[in-house]
């Protein structure tokens, strides 16, 4: 009864079509839930995702759960997670992720769940990083351990969506640092990010963490945009 005047006094809308949750739904709603764009990039080893990493980055794996589109019902899933302080979005996604994942064979020695980091002063002006609860669902879902101490972000930069392909590598390939111990040689870490566009940002990630000794390194993203 509390719960029902709750919802009349307060009620909880989808963010992906902004219409009201009926009675049963949670988070997103059926007709956002049965118009999600879905890659199926878990099934194919040769999947966009991967392809993008081809001759730039050595990986076990790479998918990404679904497509964004301009307008899309992802794109306003991402923009409530990212910007409206929705992390329950990153759950949900991660929550229906993982049974995926957990089959995929390249990712049956996945140790340890690693999510791309905010700088310290971006996490403080957005409260939150927005790939936290997508990439802890994951690691529940997966049974494995989510480590979010062993990658950094060492600068603070702005948006570089309007930079060009080469000064923006160049720029994200300094941002990031990775601190790691012997304990932490041969491991096999699951990257995760909320979109991935040109995989720059992944791509330098990556490479930190193929610098630990006999270390693998896979990544799976909610959303793959086509850049």
């Not at 009675?23 to 890659?39: D, L, N, Q």
């Not at 049974?99 to 980091?117: C, G, R, S």
């Not at 111990?181 to 791509?203: P, Q, R």
């Amino acid at each position: 009864m509390l719960k029902s005047l709750a919802n009349l006094l307060f009620p909880v809308t989808c963010p992906g079509c902004d219409g009201l949750l009926l009675e049963g739904e949670t988070i997103v709603c059926t007709a956002c839930r049965h118009s999600m764009p879905f890659t199926q990039h878990h099934v194919d080893v040769h999947n966009e995702t991967a392809k993008k990493f081809y001759g730039r980055l050595h990986l076990e794996h790479a998918s990404a759960l679904v497509y964004f589109h301009k307008e899309g019902i992802v794109q306003e899933l991402i923009h409530n997670l990212k910007y409206r302080k929705q992390q329950q979005v990153g759950r949900l996604m991660g929550e229906w992720y993982a049974p995926q994942l957990k089959d995929v064979a390249a990712l049956q020695t996945v140790t340890d769940v690693i999510p791309v980091p905010l700088h310290p002063k971006k996490l403080r002006e957005r409260g939150y990083n927005q790939v936290t609860e997508f990439g802890r669902a994951v690691a529940q879902g997966m049974g494995v351990h989510y480590n979010e101490a062993i990658l950094l972000r060492t600068s603070y930069t702005k948006t570089q969506t309007q930079k060009n392909r080469e000064l923006r590598a160049g720029i994200i390939n300094s941002a990031f640092d990775v601190k790691y111990t012997d304990a932490d040689a041969g491991k096999h870490f699951l990257l995760v990010d909320d979109v991935i566009t040109t995989g720059a940002t992944l791509e330098a990630c990556g490479k930190l963490l193929l610098q630990i000794p006999n270390a693998k390194v896979s990544i799976v993203t909610i959303a793959y945009a086509h850049s």
